[in-house]
């Protein structure tokens, strides 16, 4: 396999996992300039809040907000038969994507678990460009090289930023910097050039608000974030609000709400099983998941609205009537724009009918909560003749 | 009155055998913004170092140990309604619990305000 992957600094992804090893990002001077507070993530040091993860939370569900994810992977793979290749791996139809119009998709194990969550777009150069979660990206690195043929090579991006504009004003303020760019609608990418720097931007992103994914040079990245960030709309925002943006949006968190032990049927990620693939198999974890299909699986994802004003988080217990584990809380915390806790949880098939009450139980103290729709706050994408 | 820190972010003060606890100005600030407290009912024995009250942010939960052994006597209701509170006035209303001392000597472990000031300013 031809391939240009190194890692500069030498460091088994292990290893990065502890505080010594941290490794830093391109904007990481741009955030302590800022009065980012520093945290480790994925093993590398990222801004966890600035002023405050509800000011921040609130500010983009208003305004526009821009985080940086480069510490999530970018990735390019080329060769001749690219998309079949990649489609050993993951139930993405990827022959019949659109070029320029990034899919989710999932990285697949043998039995049907989930290896990484992640978007691909097809290029018009015949390359097909990924965005893979931070922490996952050193296995799903591995994992490619170990199952894709010698002929496709993978490119790791990281000489590049990653920066996303999430916000209802995101569209206003990108297009001042950056024109032409409201023109994209969501799930739409495109090329554009700024100040001698070729950018990849799609209107996409995991906030459930209107917004943008920009890949920028990292030579380029800091420049970029001061144009965003002197547009009145745009504050930076931390990877805290992220998160609580993201759980309200129904947006599932690899490691956290997806992992080996979950599949995409009991994930409810069942709009990721395209047709074509369903029915031709030819991707791990094909034969349990097309009876997992049938069957009904265990358990299922679901949104609970937690009563009182105590978040239950990952890790909390979902209990039956007699008190026996049934299933568990991987997300949880307090919605900074319900002003109430909210969680995601498994739970029997049978109980996620949205209504259904929920028992759960936090460090030795029991909790009630109710199945509800997801998502918990509308999405607001721009489609295509809104 | 005198008021004593501990090394967790506690405060604590003593009034003849009687105390307040709360978490310090720092402490907040660390945790962010606060969406839950969790107070100890009256009447529990807490020993110096027990979990006695819960702290909630956005983020995550906090225990908040009891800086000496005693008798919780009050909880901060208003924490109920108006958990920001803690934000707000960590060092005043945002108070957690009152108790009564069992063994005023353990006081002599704790910091004083200045040597508090030393610790957080090293951290």
């Known amino acids: ?386 | 009155m005198s008021r004593y820190f501990t090394e967790d972010h506690e405060w604590i003060d003593v009034d003849g055998d009687t105390a307040t606890v709360g978490i310090t100005d720092y402490a907040q600030s660390q945790l962010g913004d606060i969406v839950f407290v969790e107070t100890p009912d009256e009447g529990k024995e807490v020993s110096k170092g027990d979990d006695a009250a819960v702290v909630e942010s956005v983020k995550a939960a906090s225990d908040v140990y009891a800086p000496v052994s005693g008798t919780v006597i009050e909880g901060n209701e208003a924490l109920a309604d108006n958990p920001a509170l803690v934000n707000e006035d960590p060092e005043g209303e945002g108070w957690f619990f009152k108790l009564t001392l069992s063994d005023p000597s353990e006081l002599e472990s704790l910091m004083n305000d200045s040597a508090y000031q030393d610790y957080v300013s090293k951290l």
Request: with cysteine; glycine share 10%.
């Open chain 1, 1 to 386: 396999m031809s391939e240009t992957i190194q890692d500069p600094h030498g460091q088994d992804p292990e290893a990065a996992e502890g505080e010594d090893a941290l490794l830093q990002l391109p904007l990481d001077a741009w955030h302590r300039a800022r009065g980012g507070r520093m945290v480790p993530f994925a093993g590398y040091e990222m801004p966890v809040q600035y002023e405050g993860i509800m000011a921040e939370h609130l500010w983009v569900r208003e305004h526009a907000g821009l985080f940086d994810v480069s510490h999530m992977g970018q990735l390019s793979f080329s060769g001749e038969g690219v998309e079949a290749a990649l489609e050993a791996l993951m139930p993405a139809d990827i022959q019949a994507a659109r070029p320029s119009h990034p899919v989710y998709s999932l990285l697949m194990a043998e039995n049907g678990g989930i290896l990484d969550d992640l978007m691909l777009t097809r290029r018009d150069d015949g390359s097909v460009y990924m965005v893979v979660n931070g922490a996952c990206k050193w296995d799903d690195i591995a994992h490619f090289r170990e199952f894709l043929p010698d002929e496709i090579g993978m490119n790791h991006m990281e000489d590049h930023a990653l920066l996303a504009l999430q916000g209802p004003e995101a569209a206003t303020a990108l297009e001042r910097v950056i024109p032409g760019v409201s023109a994209l609608v969501f799930m739409q990418g495109a090329a554009f050039g700024w100040q001698g720097h070729e950018l990849w931007i799609s209107r996409s992103g995991y906030t459930g608000e209107d917004g943008f994914e920009i890949s920028v040079p990292a030579e380029a990245a800091a420049a970029l974030a001061d144009a965003l960030t002197a547009q009145p709309e745009v504050k930076p925002i931390g990877l805290g609000a992220r998160d609580s943006l993201r759980l309200e949006a129904d947006l599932p968190l690899y490691g956290h709400d997806l992992d080996t032990e979950t599949t995409p049927v009991s994930a409810q990620l069942g709009f990721a099983l395209k047709k074509r693939r369903r029915e031709e198999g030819g991707f791990p974890g094909h034969a349990r998941i097309m009876l997992e299909r049938e069957q009904g699986p265990i358990l299922k994802r679901v949104g609970l609205v937690v009563e009182g004003r105590q978040p239950v988080r990952e890790g909390g217990l979902v209990l039956d009537a007699e008190g026996n584990e049934v299933g568990k809380v991987t997300s949880g915390g307090f919605a900074p724009t319900l002003q109430q806790p909210i969680a995601m949880a498994y739970v029997p098939a049978a109980s996620a009918e949205p209504g259904t009450k929920i028992t759960l139980a936090q460090r030795g103290k029991i909790h009630s909560a109710e199945v509800v729709k997801m998502p918990f706050v509308a999405h607001k994408y721009v489609r295509k003749g809104a």
